[in-house]
């Protein structure tokens, strides 16, 4: 399809961003710096992630919290089944209900250390059961992930579907994509999902990448494929972060702009707490600060 038309006339996409709850106090100035930054921009929400394992809870739910007290952004928390059981996690929803947050993204995780995940013996086996226990909890606008290029876990791409239906089903709203880099992934996987009767929005999930090693190491552990074009692009660059920026920005605003032209009018940011890239990438989609 052609790129959309550019200019006033044309509707501004709604974006969300994610980030990740800080280890110390430096990051969480990076934290806070980013936040400011984007927040002009107007998100439907921001996101906060829960580590392996459930292991930044304390540090997520801190986070979450201050977006309520220090914000007006609509703060949407993840929170995962892996390791707990449910009343731990519905004693988690409840607190973040407490405090008038009504967003989340309810996932499985993965087991801190790798390997195979077990559930817990008194836990939400699967994201899609933990929808339902949230549901139970309070009435949660719910958001799940969806992948593109299946699971790696599951049985096959139908049954991945599958289960994608069984999240909205019980209760979820819409969906966020795993990280894609080949733009044709993400909209066959549209054609799949409308063609087995999926309607809720599933939103793609857009990660500005500029360190290509670290990015490569964290798409193959949950699935993405790299295309050899990208490391390409990016070969020789490892001491020059200057052109890695650049050529990040405009591999990202080309699968953005692509994006839109095939009718997708919503974004999700993965932003590692760092603003500039996606700050750039939302402006080319056409997204400013309100005046
Ligand atoms: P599920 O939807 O439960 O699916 C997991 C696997 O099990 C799939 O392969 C599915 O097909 C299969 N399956 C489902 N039900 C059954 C069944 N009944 N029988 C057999 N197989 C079944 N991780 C974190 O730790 N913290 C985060 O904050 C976080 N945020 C994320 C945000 C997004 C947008 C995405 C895409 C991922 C995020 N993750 C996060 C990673 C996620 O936890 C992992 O990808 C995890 O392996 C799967 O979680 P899920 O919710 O997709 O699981």
Known sequence: APLPARGPRAPAPAVSFEFFPPKT????????????????????????????????????????????RETALIPAAHLTCVGASRDEVDAVARRYWEAGVRHIVALRGDPPGGGD???????YAYAANLVAGLKRVGDFDISVAAYPETHP?????????DNLKRKLDAGANRAITQVFFETGHYLDFLDRALAAGVTAPIIPGIMPVSNFAQAKRMSEMGGTSVPAWMGEMFAGLDDDAETRRM????????QVRTLQANGI?????????????TYAIARILGVKPAS
């Open 153 to 161: 876990q599951a049985a096959n791409p139908e049954a991945d579907l």
């Open 117 to 123: 995940y077990e559930p817990h013996p008194e836990g």
């Open 247 to 254: 050529v990040a920005a405009s591999i990202a605003a080309e």
């Open 25 to 68: 106090e430096a990051l969480e100035t990076q934290l806070w710096s980013c936040i400011r930054r984007l927040e002009p921009l107007g998100p439907r929400f921001v996101s906060v992630t829960y580590g392996a394992g459930g292991s930044t809870q304390e540090r997520t739910h801190a986070t979450v919290l201050r977006l309520v």
């Open 265 to 277: 009018d919503e974004f999700h940011f993965y932003t590692l707490n760092r603003a500039d890239l």
